[in-house]
C-alpha cells in the first residue's frame, strides 16, 4: 500500500533539487550581456567577442547533451542484452 504522508514528503524535499543546465547559465549570461552598455569601442569589442564565445559554448554543450544521450541509450542496450544472455544462461 502506498503512505501518501511518505509520498508529498519525497516529492516537497527532492522538488528543490534539480539544478539548471548550462544552457540555462549561458542563457542567463548572454541575457545579462545585452543589457551591459558598453562606454568605449574596447567595451563594445570585449561584450561582443564574449557573447560569440558564449553561443559557441552554447553548441557545443548541444553536441555534448546530444553525445551523452546516445551513449546512455547504448549502455542501456547493452545492459538489456546482458541481462537476457544471463536469463537464457540460467534457464538452461
Known amino acids: 500500500m ?16 534539480k539544478r ?6 549561458v542563457q542567463s549570461i548572454l541575457e545579462n550581456l545585452s543589457i551591459i552598455k558598453p562606454r568605449s ?3 563594445r569589442n570585449s561584450i561582443s567577442m564574449a557573447g560569440h ?5 552554447k553548441k557545443l554543450t548541444r553536441k555534448l547533451e546530444e553525445r551523452v544521450n546516445l551513449l546512455e ?16 544462461k540460467t534457464s538452461q
Open 2 to 17: 502506498i503512505n501518501l504522508n511518505d509520498l508529498t514528503r519525497r516529492f516537497l524535499l527532492n522538488e528543490g533539487t
Open 20 to 25: 539548471p543546465s548550462i544552457s540555462s547559465y
Open 41 to 43: 569601442a574596447k567595451e
Open 53 to 57: 564565445q558564449l553561443k559557441e559554448i
Open 73 to 88: 541509450e547504448q549502455i542501456k542496450i547493452l545492459e538489456e542484452g546482458k541481462t537476457i544472455n544471463e536469463n537464457q
